[in-house]
């Protein structure tokens, strides 16, 4: 695994075991929608995102973006007011049309024909369709191919026992030339059942090392005083850039 990031020398926990056969229903995640537990969203936007938003862009117009669980990231829209055309796929209903109420965006929603009570959202001018079903159904919609991926909040989501059928997902959607930016977390997994879930260099690198170059740009803080009702006192967030080998 190439590295180029500074060293914050953020160390590596032996205990991932733990969480492998933790797993949330998909049932429960849309409870945590109607609940209002999505701490996860950040209004903002991420940050890393947006530090690294040009180099992972090239200067390219028209790409096509992918948002595993997209929640309602306003990222999705930072692309598709550069040009690009933005596909997400989110399980709850909620927050996807609190995406387009938040954004300001029009839409129209049609049944996807291919997965049964699925449906998909789309922006009258037609750059995001954001698809309402499981991850794991998504490939029968046939939703093409992509340059670029952008996976915050969704390898670190998935049940840690669902992550090679995941990873194969993510694979098979990507075309030559691809880039996939992914941010991770780094915590002691013995403190925090998850999600998230903690994910190793070594489960990257055995999900997505034969097929791609791992590239570890960053390694920042992100530990928050609301962290503390985890039981941990030490968060990292890692962003990893994947190309194809
Ligand atoms: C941690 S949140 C992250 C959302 C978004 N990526 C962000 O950065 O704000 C994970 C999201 O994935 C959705 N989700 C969980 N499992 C899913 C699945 N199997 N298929 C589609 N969406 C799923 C949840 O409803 C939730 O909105």
């Known amino acids: 695994m190439a590295d180029t990031r500074s060293s914050v020398a953020v160390k590596e926990y032996p205990d991932a075991e733990v969480q492998k056969n933790r797993v949330l229903t998909l049932e429960?995640?849309?409870?945590?929608?109607?609940?209002?537990?999505?701490?996860?969203?950040?209004?903002?936007g991420h940050q890393l995102l947006k530090k690294y938003l040009d180099t992972f862009l090239e200067g390219e117009s028209g790409l096509r973006v992918f948002f595993p669980l997209c929640g309602k990231a306003v990222e999705m829209k930072w692309f598709a007011d550069r040009g690009h055309s933005v596909v997400g796929v989110e399980i709850s209903e909620l927050g996807i049309r609190e995406f387009f109420a938040e954004q300001n965006i029009s839409y129209s929603e049609e049944p996807i024909p291919e997965i049964s009570g699925a449906k998909v959202f789309k922006s009258s001018s037609g750059n995001i369709s954001l698809y309402c079903c499981s991850i794991y159904d998504l490939p029968r919609a046939n939703i093409g191919k992509f340059?670029?991926?952008?996976?915050?909040?969704?390898?670190?989501?998935?049940?840690?026992?669902?992550?090679?059928?995941?990873?194969?997902?993510?694979?098979?959607?990507?075309?030559?030339?691809?880039?996939?930016?992914?941010?991770?977390?780094?915590?002691?997994?013995?403190?925090?059942?998850?999600?998230?879930?903690?994910?190793?260099?070594?489960?990257?690198?055995?999900?997505?090392?034969?097929?791609?170059?791992?590239?570890?740009?960053?390694?920042?803080?992100?530990?928050?005083?609301?962290?503390?009702?985890?039981?941990?006192?030490c968060l990292f967030e890692k962003l990893y850039l994947l190309t194809e080998k």
């Not at 429960?28 to 903002?44: A, C, G, N, P, Y």
């Not at 570890?216 to 928050?224: G, R």
């Open 147 to 233: 340059d670029r991926i952008w996976d915050r909040g969704a390898l670190v989501a998935i049940n840690p026992g669902d992550r090679e059928c995941y990873a194969d997902i993510m694979l098979s959607l990507l075309r030559k030339g691809f880039q996939y930016l992914l941010a991770i977390l780094s915590y002691d997994p013995t403190k925090h059942a998850g999600p998230p879930f903690y994910v190793t260099d070594a489960e990257l690198k055995k999900l997505f090392g034969p097929k791609c170059t791992i590239r570890c740009l960053e390694e920042t803080d992100a530990f928050k005083e609301q962290h503390r009702e985890w039981g941990i006192d």
């Open 28 to 44: 429960e995640w849309q409870d945590k929608w109607v609940r209002r537990h999505i701490s996860f969203h950040q209004e903002q």
